[in-house]
Structure formats: C-alpha cells, structure tokens
C-alpha cells in the first residue's frame, strides 16, 4: 500500500538557519503530494502541494519539488524564523479513486531565537 | 469565507460512552473527511462522505461510525468508547479536485476527546 516517510524529529535550529525535512513516499501511480503544518493546538493547514513529477510547490518561503525519480518530496526554507515551530507532515493522495490522504509521522520544528 | 467548524472541541468521556461529534464543512463543499490522530499512530483515515454517501472508509472497527446530512455537514459518532479511543479527531472538507488535478484538504481545529 501507499505510505510515506519522514525524518524523525524533532528538528531544532536557530533563526535564519536553513532547513530541510526530508520526505520519501510509496504509490502506485503518480499520486498528489502535500505538506500539511499543525502548529499547537490547531488543526492542519496546507503549506504546499505538486501533483506532477518537477513541480515545485512554494508558499511563504517554503518550497518543495516532487521528484519521481528519486520519490521524493523534501521541503526546505532557506530563513527559518521563530514563527516556524510546529510540526510538519507530508502526505500523498493516490488517483486511483481512494481519496484518503496518507500522512507521514510528522516532524517537529523547533526554532530558537 | 468561513472554514471548516467542529463542535465540541473538547470533550472527556468514560470508558463505554459513546460520543458524537460534528462537522460543519466550508460552504459549497460536498466530501466531508475524518482522520484520527494519536501520538502512537499518527494521522489515520477514517471514512469520507459525499452527498450523503459514505465513499470511503478506512481500518476501524465498526464502533466508528459516520453519516452527512443533505447540508454537507457530518457527524461522527464513537460507540463503547475504550481508552485508545482518545485522540485529536480531525474533519476535512473538499470542494473537489483542482484544475490541477490535487484532491486539496482543508481541516477543521479538531475535537479532543479524552477517555478516562
């Protein structure tokens, strides 16, 4: 079945440090792939999403390009600010008509001033 | 534009209670979504349902249950609540595939239940 993996966390940095959070997934097919962020106490909100091989997904300063070659879809942002801290999910929507979302573990965030 | 409402947002129960929670999705959104989240587990697909229609159902046993009414809204209801029912358990509504071909989410705060 589907399933996506992420770099455990939590992954701590400083202000302005560069980040990357590492995300790999299993499909069949050429599924949609999203990263979601939880920040404390709230729901997900969508951060980004591609749905074909070589798009680039970005949104306020986050950016992520879905690779089929490598099945990857690592986010990163080059200026973290304290703002940042939360937790981080990459997900997949698979098109064979199943409409779940398949969610990896999560990664923490955290970031010190 | 209002996003997706759930009620309660809090709510504590005993072992073998039941519990209903609702789901008021965005207006114009037809498939409403339920995810469980637990530390141990993560986020874990519950059921969807479209135009009052279960479409959809993910690995839970039957004491989970689902049902939309014809205004969209949905209520998920856990019968004979055991202590790993406790979780975060997160509505979702769609409008639909984009022109981009991505099935896009949009989730609610959620609704904590704790089973004591």
């Known amino acids: 079945g589907d399933s996506v993996t992420q770099m455990e966390g939590p992954v701590t940095l400083s202000e302005e440090a560069f980040l990357t959070i590492n995300c790999t997934y299993t499909?069949?097919?050429?599924?949609?792939l999203f990263w979601y962020v939880q920040y404390p106490g709230e729901g997900l909100q969508l951060l980004l999403k591609?749905?074909?091989?070589?798009d680039k997904g970005s949104n306020k300063g986050f950016e992520a390009t879905y690779r089929k070659e490598t099945t990857s879809f690592h986010l990163e942002k080059g200026s973290v600010q304290v703002s940042d801290s939360a937790v981080y999910f990459c997900?997949?929507?698979?098109?064979?008509?199943?409409?779940?979302?398949?969610f990896g573990s999560g990664t923490r965030l955290q970031v010190q001033p | 534009k209002a996003g997706v409402t759930q009620t309660p947002r809090y709510l504590i129960k005993t072992r073998g209670q039941q519990v209903t929670l609702s789901c008021s999705p965005i207006?114009?959104?037809?498939?409403v979504s339920w995810y469980q989240q637990t530390p141990g587990q993560g986020l874990q697909f519950l059921f969807e349902?479209?135009?009052?229609?279960?479409?959809n159902k993910g690995n839970f046993p039957g004491r989970f249950s689902g049902r939309q009414f014809s205004n969209s809204r949905s209520e998920m209801n856990v019968s004979t609540l055991e202590l790993g029912d406790s979780a975060l358990y997160l509505c979702?509504?769609?409008?639909?595939?984009?022109?981009?071909?991505?099935?896009?989410?949009?989730f609610g705060a959620g609704s904590r239940l704790t089973v004591l």
């Open positions: 499909a069949t097919g050429y599924p949609s």
């Open positions: 997900a997949l929507s698979d098109r064979t008509g199943r409409r779940a979302l398949t």
């Open positions: 591609a749905t074909k091989a070589d």
């Open positions: 207006s114009g959104h037809r498939s």
């Open positions: 349902y479209f135009s009052e229609t279960q479409r």
């Open positions: 979702a509504s769609s409008g639909g595939q984009t022109s981009s071909g991505a099935n896009v989410l949009t």
